[in-house]
């Protein structure tokens, strides 16, 4: 998503980039990267389009500012839209990917995106991850033809790196309220406040739709430790290969016994009883039409 379906007119000159994220903290919704790039000499112009930190916006500003540099034709710009379940699967891996480095790759991804364009970047503005000195090396180390200023509040400070908080923070909210929520089970609402933690309404939002075996729908960061304080004392689940590769055959017994403790039948089953409506089963396989299956 962005203006980087198209090489600009102007990507042969010395252009400058601005790079900030969106979502950073909030348990809900995506993590949002943006970018805003242009040619050096219309930098000096960037300050009359009035672009400022977009938290220090309201929404309407925000959106009004974002649809004025999209028909900008010497600003080009583009995101990179981190799903809640792709930011747990990486951060919950065996070989885990830390928050600092899924931005730090979210960033590098950007300015590879543009510079695979044609740009001719040179300068490089950013809000920093981590500690600034350290993370402008490893972007110099990158791309060392680029010019890096890895600063804290960039996107106070940079009118290029406040476009770029625009993008991402606009992109997010629109995609938390266009967001389509894939469960269908019982009493799945949107009215989940902010997204941040300390949001009451988010609070009460992960107490209703969390379920015993599943946890959350997947608009929620399930790696949070938010989460993890909520999944407290729920239904524990044996993991097959888990248990095979730690015990090996002999377990096997011992392995069926606990997974049919959780509902699971590892033998010869009442499958026949159950139609394929799934009546008789738990309301949350019902729902989703999920169907039992003894041969594969």
């Known amino acids: 998503m962005g203006s980087d379906c198209l090489t600009p007119e102007w990507a042969s000159q010395p ?33 009359s ?17 974002y649809e004025n540099l999209k028909l900008d034709n010497s600003l080009g710009w583009a995101v990179d839209v981190i799903d809640p379940r792709e930011l747990s699967a990486k951060m919950l891996a065996k070989n885990k990917t830390n928050l600092n480095e899924i931005s730090h790759n979210s960033a590098m991804g950007l300015i590879k995106r543009v510079l695979d364009l044609g740009v001719f970047l040179t300068e490089a503005y950013l809000d920093t991850v981590g500690d600034p000195e350290k993370y402008r090396i490893k972007l110099s180390e990158r791309f060392p033809s680029i010019k890096f200023v890895v600063s804290k509040k960039a996107d106070s400070l940079f009118p290029i790196v406040s476009g770029a908080s625009i993008v991402a923070k606009v992109t997010r909210d629109r995609a938390l309220r266009e967001w389509l929520v894939e469960e269908t089970g019982e009493n799945i609402n949107r009215n989940f406040g902010s997204g941040y933690p300390g949001d009451p309404e988010t609070k ?49 017994s011992k392995r069926q016994a606990k ?8 033998c010869e089953s009442r499958s ?19 169907q039992q299956l003894t041969q594969f």
């Not at 601005?18 to 300050?47: K, N, T």
């Not at 389009?49 to 500012?65: G, I, N, P, Q, V």
């Not at 739709?209 to 946890?215: A, C, I, P, T």
């Open 15 to 47: 252009c400058l980039i601005g790079i900030d994220e969106a979502g950073r903290g909030p348990v809900l919704g995506p993590m949002v990267y943006g970018c805003m790039y242009c040619p050096v000499s219309y930098q000096s112009s960037l300050a």
């Open 49 to 65: 389009l009035h672009f400022a930190d977009s938290k220090t916006l309201k929404e309407e500003k925000r959106e009004e500012l």
């Open 204 to 252: 009460a939002w992960l107490v209703q739709h969390k379920h015993s075996v599943f946890g959350f729908p997947s608009l929620v960061r399930f790696s949070w430790g938010t989460c993890t304080a909520h999944l407290k004392g729920e239904v524990e689940v044996a993991w097959e290969a888990d248990e095979t590769e730690e015990s090996g055959n002999g377990s096997s």
């Open 259 to 266: 997974l049919s403790s959780f509902g699971f039948k590892t």
């Open 272 to 290: 026949e009883e159950i139609d394929s409506s799934g009546k008789g089963r738990c309301k949350f396989f019902q729902a989703r039409k999920i």
